[in-house]
């Protein structure tokens, strides 16, 4: 069966310092990937999508940047954090475009 | 742009209550609709997916409804336990002509409070 990690769980940061966050799933290979933030009152956003190893979109201007470094791994980057990028990051896989979705546990990311 | 909008935003049963959450989409091209269950603090957990050429599907106690062409879907929810508080989110897939990458575009959730 496949399964979808992500870590760490929470995340306190101050102002400023670099951000990473990690993904991975396993079970499954050349899944499309995403990362979401789900901000209070907001619901929530798609950041970036990956369709490959290498290819990375996104979906909103921002502070934050994506990696696919290999198939089932997709990372969440910041080189310096503003107050406003605290929320809660979700990633997410599909086998194909269309088909069902699933979530990962999240990640509650403070900026102070 | 699609929209998706959910109706209540918030609902309190008691327990063995059955109830209907909505969600209603405002582009009608779509592949699928996806229901989602999301506990406090946590990610999202799949419900139901119903595809475009379907108009139910159902697991256990949950049934949901899609009705596309008037760009709405609901989820019932039978004899409503406690364990079922939780936020409920509706998130649609565009069909972008191809080109839609599995990109979800979700509601804002009902918060659902089942009470003993």
């Known amino acids: 069966s496949q399964t979808i990690h992500q870590w760490p769980a929470t995340l306190v940061q101050p102002v400023g310092s670099p951000l990473s966050l990690e993904c991975t799933v396993e079970g499954t290979s050349n899944p499309n990937l995403y990362w979401y933030r789900q901000a209070a009152g907001r619901g929530l956003q798609l950041l970036f999508y990956?369709?490959?190893?290498?290819?990375i979109s996104s979906e909103v201007p921002q502070n934050l940047s994506a990696s696919r470094p290999q198939d089932r791994q997709f990372i969440l980057s910041s080189k310096k954090l503003l107050l406003s990028d605290s929320g809660f990051y979700l990633c997410?896989?599909?086998?194909?475009?269309?088909?069902?979705?699933?979530f990962g546990q999240g990640t509650r990311l403070t900026v102070v | 742009k699609q929209e998706v909008t959910q109706i209540p935003a918030a609902l309190s049963v008691p327990e063995g209550e059955n109830l209907v959450l909505n969600c209603s989409f405002t582009?009608?091209?779509?592949?699928?609709l996806q229901w989602f269950r999301q506990d406090p603090g946590k990610g999202l957990t799949s419900l139901l997916l119903?595809?475009?050429?379907?108009r139910e599907q159902t697991s256990g106690r949950l049934n949901a409804s899609l009705d596309k062409s008037s760009g709405r879907s609901t989820l019932y929810i039978a004899a409503s336990q406690p364990g079922d508080s939780a936020t409920y989110l509706c998130?649609?897939?565009?069909?972008?002509?191809?080109?839609?990458?599995?990109?979800?575009?979700f509601g804002q959730g009902t918060i659902l409070t089942v009470h003993p």
């Open positions: 990956s369709v490959g190893i290498g290819q």
């Open positions: 119903i595809q475009s050429s379907q």
């Open positions: 997410a896989w599909r086998r194909g475009a269309n088909t069902e979705a699933f």
């Open positions: 998130a649609v897939l565009a069909n972008a002509g191809g080109t839609s990458y599995g990109k979800l575009t």
């Open positions: 582009d009608s091209a779509i592949y699928n």
